[in-house]
């Protein structure tokens, strides 16, 4: 277990040797129940002081990679599945309420924002380009790959204040004169911003995995709109079969498809699962998701991947709409990104979601 660490990077020592970890868990090359090191052992072979070592298996073990043995040491977390089976991880949601003012990291994110004003200073004055700072789009690019196993190129990624400005977006982009389809129950936002927009639409009934398939293959839509992960208030989460029928029910009919993330990152099984749009090869899926579920409701930061084939007519239809997040919260938002505090958060919150679930039965 040796991991090259560089003084010079401009990273902490102990993250860099923490990423160096998570990567052999994730990766499989450390296994469930392998022991780590002794603290002393790992801080000779690194050349680094035993502070630093004991700084990053605390964080492994506060996020869940880890657990200590008293007068054993430390072992590769093993059981529920805290541990990724591989680093393209996707998560089965069930019902949870994610963070809360508690839970959220105010401090560390004051620090970025004292980082920003400092960095940026002039910057801070001049437009957005309008899909969004390149910083903010690159940081979710970067966070995608690793968290949800998307490939979604920042010049693909369009930033928004919250999800209905977004939705708003797509219903010009695909056109008034298109019928729509949402899940039935749906989230009352949804259907809201659709009726403001004087749309056709249809509702099509959820079962027990998804909309049930009668309502799926005579409805006729060439949009739907569908929350597959703990649908509110249904609770129904889409199974993979179902996934599989959606994604098979847009290339037949050469329809398109709005997948609404809002709650996933909150998921407490580890059992994988996969997004829609990582199921789609034919660029018929259009992923969004929220910064104001996983962080606070304050924080009306949204984001939506335009799949390529629509990258282009995006571009030409709606390129001219200005940015509606100011420059100052993109840029705070992606240095929080960027830092890996984001991830960590979401990890701690997971884990705690966790065990109030065991507690509870």
Same mark, same amino acid.
């Given at each position: 277990m040796k991991y090259s660490l560089d003084k010079n990077a401009g990273e902490a020592l102990y993250l860099q040797l923490y &990423?160096?970890?998570?990567?052999?868990?994730?990766s499989g090359i450390? &296994?469930?129940g392998d022991k780590l090191y002794s603290k002393r052992t790992l801080a000779a072979e690194c050349g680094v002081s035993v502070i630093t070592v004991e700084h990053t298996y605390s964080l492994l073990a506060d996020e869940g990679y880890i657990v200590p043995r008293e007068k054993s040491g430390f072992y590769v977390a093993e059981g529920d599945g805290v541990i990724p089976s591989r680093p393209a991880l996707h998560r089965m949601i069930t019902h949870t309420t994610g963070g809360n003012v508690n839970d959220f990291p105010l401090?560390?994110?004051k620090r970025h924002m004292r980082a920003v004003?400092?960095?940026y200073e002039d910057e801070l004055l001049v437009r957005s380009p309008n899909n969004g700072r390149a910083e903010l789009r690159e940081a979710i690019s970067d966070y995608l790959k690793r968290f949800r196993g998307i490939d979604a190129p920042p010049d693909q990624i369009v930033i928004g204040?919250?999800?209905?400005y977004l939705y708003s977006l797509l219903i010009q982009l695909f056109g008034r004169d298109k019928l729509?389809?949402?899940?039935d129950p749906c989230y009352r936002k949804i259907e809201q911003v659709y009726t403001a927009n004087g749309v056709k639409l249809t509702k099509l009934p959820l079962g027990d995995d998804g909309i049930t398939p009668h309502a799926l293959r005579s409805c006729g839509a060439n949009v739907l709109h569908i929350t597959p992960y703990h649908s509110f208030p249904s609770g129904v989460t889409a199974s993979p079969s179902k996934r599989a029928a959606y994604v098979a029910w847009a290339r037949e009919h050469g329809s398109y498809i709005i997948e609404d993330d809002?709650?996933?990152?909150?998921s407490t099984l580890s059992k994988p699962v996969d997004t829609i749009l990582s199921l789609d090869p034919d660029g018929r899926v259009v992923y969004i998701n929220t910064f104001s579920q996983t962080l606070a409701p304050s924080m009306r930061v949204g984001y939506m991947v335009i799949p390529s084939p629509l990258a282009r007519t995006y571009e030409e239809r709606l390129g001219f709409y200005s940015c509606t997040v100011p420059v100052f919260d993109q840029l705070v938002l992606a240095s929080f990104i960027d830092s890996g505090e984001f991830e960590r958060y979401i990890n701690k919150v997971r884990r705690k979601l966790r065990n109030e679930k065991k507690g509870s039965l």
């Open positions: &990423r160096g970890i998570k990567d052999d868990i994730v450390l &296994r469930p401090s560390s994110f004003m400092a960095d204040a919250g999800s209905e729509y389809a949402i899940e809002y709650e996933s990152e909150f």
